[in-house]
């Protein structure tokens, strides 16, 4: 069965910094690209960043690019998500979600998500 | 970056009767290698994740039930649940897989009527 099991989620304050991780088993990890994506209490979805298979090709949404960092390691079946800089719009559950092999380029990724985890929350206060 | 718009924004529905639901991409998100669109739907029932249905379009996902169709082209799509049933209470929401940034609809919740 395939699981997606995130963690580090927490309160923090405004400025401060998290790594969440995202432990994957049932799959081959290495096969897959794996991605963020993000839902701020009582909205909508929000992608936030994906990652190739060989962590070649990283996109990252415009409202995070300089501040958060996406890494795997397929050894350890894990994906990564260092958040630095947080502020209050961050405030969000953050899934890890995996996507079909292939799509990804220097271009882009062409990503839709077939499994997802149940999600940390990311609570960014003072 | 690619705006997907979804209406209507809540519909209620009777059980056994069909709920259609629509999204419209900004721009075309027709994938020319394979000839297919880009298009995504996810089924989000409260306190859980979403749950993919639908991928190119019209593809069901393994396991999801027949009554979820997907349809559509070019910038327009449609997601049919064709005899609603008590479990589908959810929110449903689209997502363009064409490039990113990776974008999804604003969800349109189904509830029984």
């Known amino acids: 069965e395939v699981q997606l099991v995130e963690s580090g989620g927490g309160l923090v304050k405004p400025g401060g910094s998290l790594r969440l991780s995202c432990e994957a088993s049932?799959?081959?990890?290495?096969?897959?690209?794996m991605n963020w994506v993000r839902q701020a209490p009582g909205e909508g979805l929000e992608w936030v960043s994906s990652i190739s298979i060989s962590s070649s090709f990283i996109f990252y949404s415009d409202s995070v690019k300089g501040r958060f960092t996406v890494s795997r390691d397929n050894a350890k079946n894990s994906l990564y998500l260092q958040m630095n800089g947080l502020r209050a719009e961050d405030t969000a559950v953050y899934y890890c979600?995996?996507?079909?092999?292939?799509?990804?380029?220097?271009?882009?990724?062409?990503?839709?998500?077939?499994?997802w985890g149940l999600g940390t929350l990311v609570t960014v206060s003072s | 970056d690619i705006v997907m718009t979804q209406s209507p924004d809540s519909l209620a529905v009777s059980l056994g009767e069909r709920a259609t639901i629509n999204c419209k991409s900004s721009q075309t998100i027709l994938y020319t290698s394979n000839n297919k669109n880009s298009l995504a739907w996810y089924q989000q029932k409260p306190g859980q994740p979403p749950k993919l249905l639908i991928y190119w379009a019209s593809t069901r996902e393994s396991g999801v039930p027949d009554r979820f169709s997907g349809s559509g082209s070019g910038t327009d799509f449609t997601l049919t649940i064709s005899s609603l049933q008590a479990e589908d209470v959810a929110v449903y929401y689209c997502q363009q897989s064409y490039t990113t940034p990776l974008t999804f609809g604003g969800g349109t919740k189904v509830e029984i009527k």
């Open positions: 049932g799959f081959t990890f290495s096969d897959y690209n």
């Open positions: 979600a995996r996507s079909p092999p292939g799509y990804c380029s220097s271009h882009t990724c062409r990503n839709w998500f077939d499994r």
